[in-house]
């Protein structure tokens, strides 16, 4: 029978939703256990957390200030070591597990299976290629573990409350390398809706000009609740931060709502949106390709229809 | 308890001498459609334009600026894959690196079997880096780096957007989904590129001149003593489920009206 070990997500003291979605990939494998690894320098906020999510079998935590931060070389060896006697290593496909989860594949000696977008049985997964042109079915050989990222687009986060899991500390025994350090991490402040679990997403592209321009989209975006995103000529452009840029190189993410304005809808860009609910696309060009997979488009200028929107809305 | 040990390899690098490895991976052309073939056996690659994946171009523009700077000596850039490469491989030459590896297969190389050869290599060639793209565009696996670093026992910096080397170290900054990160690496290390780390330059015709008395190195996948049998088997490729066309609304308080319909706003 199959165990999931699952490596939580966290950051600031606080559980990623993400791991509650890599859960959900978990269960579809329908094993016996499902367990999740916390590894931090104080575990205790975030294994409480973990132990709330739905299927969520035993937390297991590695708690020690060589874990402060999520330093793949110093991560991997420790996964490594606890996973033994699992049968898959599920890691959310955010740039933390795409860091890791090769790391602790390598180690094992096995192949890892990125963005796993549906479990098909316990060794056979879908997952794109080609900036998700292709689908992929992909068969694991079932005598090595599998270790997979889980494209978090594709899940929804396993609910939570119901359950308590037991927590358990480990302290596995093993040398961890010295030769990689964190330095910092510089983080937009920002109180909005975080862009890869926000229920609505208002994203500019380089029709929106300027940085300065760029103000309307937060304004907009603040009016309706939603998170901020961007194309990533509009981050190339410096107009806003690379954390914000959506599509096959940046945030692949999956809101109800997702509003395109001044984005020409490039594949790339519309790798990332596949799986939103409605689309909703703003462009002055009525050919751009946006328009091609937008649930609703509207042609126009985006400085005038902005604020007829925000008119319209009140 | 965990106790930390100064990693393999960790002699302090000379850089003035430095050697770097460059991933170099031929990919389908990103502006080429990809059509799914009917039968579900593969992708249509017959015909279609490839080109140097993009996050490598990167790479190896990264890694001669380091060579430009004075960081490093000599720039190698490395492809596996079927013997038709070499012009590919060329390209890369009349970019400006000094010489090329060419290990020849013609089996798709997972990531993993593509890491065990960088390993091979990186013991053979001594680099005090190598650069690898994030992910190459055709399988977007975004391993191969992460994993050599594994196999090599040495530091990753993935997703790098600026690269410093210094006093036997990187210092790297990385997009990562919270914002920047920095992290310090020693030398020897990995890196993989993130799309803003550079923009490479543009070959020209004088180099490509120049690039044919360039050395390209051949090895046979066979001779390196790698074992090939992957875990993975690709069973079925589908085309993407198609969101269909929607509807054009002629102004805003339309717009606003389907929304609300659909209890979105
Ligand atoms: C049409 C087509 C069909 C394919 N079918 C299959 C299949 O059925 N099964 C299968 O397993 N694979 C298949 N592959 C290809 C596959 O073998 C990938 O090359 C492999 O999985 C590596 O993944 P990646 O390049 O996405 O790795 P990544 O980890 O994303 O690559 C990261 C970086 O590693 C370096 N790198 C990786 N590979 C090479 C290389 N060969 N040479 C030089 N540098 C490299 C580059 O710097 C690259 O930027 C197919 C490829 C094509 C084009
Ligand atoms: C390897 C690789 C990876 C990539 N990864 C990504 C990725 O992850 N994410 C991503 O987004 N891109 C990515 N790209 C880039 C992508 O190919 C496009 O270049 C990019 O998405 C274009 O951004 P844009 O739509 O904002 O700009 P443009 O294509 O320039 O479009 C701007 C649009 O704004 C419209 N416009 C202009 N002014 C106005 C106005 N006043 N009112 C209304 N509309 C207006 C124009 O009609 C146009 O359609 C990648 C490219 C490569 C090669």
Do not use: C
């Amino acid at each position: 029978m199959s165990k999931v070990l699952v490596i939580a997500e966290h950051l600031g003291g606080k559980l990623n939703s993400s791991t509650a979605r890599a859960v959900s990939a978990a269960a579809a494998v329908k094993g016996e256990a499902i367990d999740v690894l916390v590894l931090a320098d104080s575990v205790d906020a975030i294994a409480a957390e973990a132990a709330k999510i739905d299927g969520v079998s035993r937390v297991l935590t590695v708690a020690g200030p060589e874990n402060a931060h999520p330093l793949a070389a110093v991560l991997a060896p420790q996964i490594a070591k606890v996973a033994t006697g699992y049968s898959h290593v599920f890691v959310p496909s955010t740039t933390f597990g795409k860091d890791v989860a090769p790391r602790v594949a390598a180690l094992l000696g096995v192949a890892q299976v990125s963005d796993v977008m549906s479990v098909e049985g316990a060794h056979t997964f879908k997952r794109p290629i080609y900036a998700g042109n292709a689908i992929i079915t992909v068969e694991a050989n079932p005598a090595h573990a599998v270790v997979a990222t889980i494209r978090s687009a594709s899940w929804p986060a396993a609910a939570t409350g119901a359950s308590n899991a037991p927590v358990e500390a480990l302290a596995p025994d093993i040398a961890l390398p010295a030769h990689t350090r964190f330095v910092e991490l510089k983080q937009g402040a920002s109180d909005r809706p975080d862009l890869q679990s926000a229920s609505k997403v208002v994203s500019g592209g380089r029709g929106v000009g300027s940085k300065e321009n760029f103000d309307i989209i937060f304004k907009f975006a603040d009016k309706i609740g939603a998170a901020v995103g961007a194309s990533r000529a509009a981050v190339d452009a410096g107009y806003v931060p690379s954390d914000l840029q959506v599509g096959q190189t940046g945030k692949i993410i999956a809101p109800e709502l997702y509003i395109a304005i001044g984005i020409s809808g490039a594949i790339q860009h519309l790798t990332g949106i596949k799986d939103a609910g409605t689309i909703v696309a703003i462009n002055k060009d009525s050919e751009a390709p946006i328009f091609e997979v937008a649930d609703f488009g509207l042609v126009g200028d985006l400085f005038k229809l902005i604020p007829d929107i925000e008119n319209a809305i009140d | 308890m965990n106790v930390p040990r100064p990693g393999r390899g960790g002699s302090r690098v000379k850089e003035s001498q430095m050697k770097i490895l460059v991933g170099y991976k031929r990919v389908v052309d990103y502006n080429v459609r990809i059509q799914v073939k009917p039968d579900g056996s593969g992708v249509v690659t017959d015909g279609v334009k490839l080109s140097a994946n993009p996050f490598d171009d990167i790479a190896l523009e990264e890694a001669l600026r380091l060579r430009e700077k004075g960081v490093a000596e000599e720039v190698v850039v490395v492809s596996i894959g079927p013997a038709d490469l070499t012009a590919h491989l060329r390209n890369g030459l009349a970019m400006g690196a000094n010489r090329a590896i060419h290990v020849v297969t013609s089996d798709a190389v997972q990531p993993l079997t593509a890491a065990r050869v960088f390993l091979k290599l990186v013991e053979k060639e001594q680099p005090g880096l190598v650069i690898l793209g994030k992910q190459a565009i055709d399988d977007d696996a975004n391993q191969t780096g992460q994993m050599l670093a594994a196999l090599w026992d040495r530091p990753q910096a993935t997703f790098a957007s600026k690269v410093e080397i210094a006093a036997g170290k990187a210092t790297v900054t990385r997009e990562i989904d919270a914002g920047l990160e920095v992290i310090e690496a020693e030398l020897p290390a990995v890196i993989t590129t993130d799309l803003r780390l550079n923009e490479p330059r543009f070959i020209k015709l004088p180099d490509i001149m120049k690039a044919k008395s360039k050395p390209i190195d051949t090895i046979e996948f066979g001779s390196l003593g790698v074992e090939a049998h992957d875990h993975l088997k690709t069973t079925h490729y589908a085309a993407p489920a198609k969101r269909s066309k929607g509807v054009m609304v002629k102004d805003a308080a339309e717009l606003v009206a389907a929304l609300k319909q659909k209890g979105l706003l």
